[in-house]
């Protein structure tokens, strides 16, 4: 799957020999948004997610790592972990393309919604999203998973009142 009209990227599932680029592929993703709330997933996560086929990378001409999207099942979502894009690669259409994928995947395994954790205050995350048919979920109203997955990217303090879960029924 073509991410981009351009050819210069593709979209393909993440494979073994990615896993030991990922750590720094996220770590440049999140080095110039210093306050994200966007996990570091340990290399044991992304096996899962791997394992799983529910971990995507973006890759270059010279198949070199450009983005990824891994995801899990919460609840009987298809539950987008994290996303990362850096900085030199962004403006490509990656992130909607790995979202794009990740909605497809829940599609063909018959999940009725993908959901993601966002950051209200970032000028990208809510945007996007919606732009891909999210929306804003009542945090009162959400499973038990998806509560737990909020509370968790929230750990305490002021950043953590800006986090929303989002969602895509299918």
Partial sequence: MKADPSGRYSLR?????????????????LA?????????LPLAALD???AAGSLWVAVDEQDELAGYLAASEIDGT???????????????????????????HARWAYL???TKIADTASPWQVPALRGRGFVMLDE?????????ALDAHAGSGEAGARLRILARLL
Avoid: M, N, W, Y
């Fill in 112 to 114: 009725p919604a993908v």
């Fill in 32 to 40: 110039h948004e210093p306050d994200t709330r966007e996990p570091l």
């Fill in 48 to 50: 899962l997610c791997r």
């Fill in 78 to 104: 298809l539950f987008i972990l994290a996303i990362g894009i850096p900085p030199q690669h962004r403006r490509f259409g990656l992130a909607g393309g790995l979202l794009d994928r990740a909605i497809d």
């Fill in 13 to 29: 599932d993440a494979q073994d020999s990615d896993l030991p680029h990922l750590g720094a592929l996220q770590h440049a993703a």
């Fill in 140 to 148: 009162k109203r959400a499973s038990a998973g998806l509560r737990d």
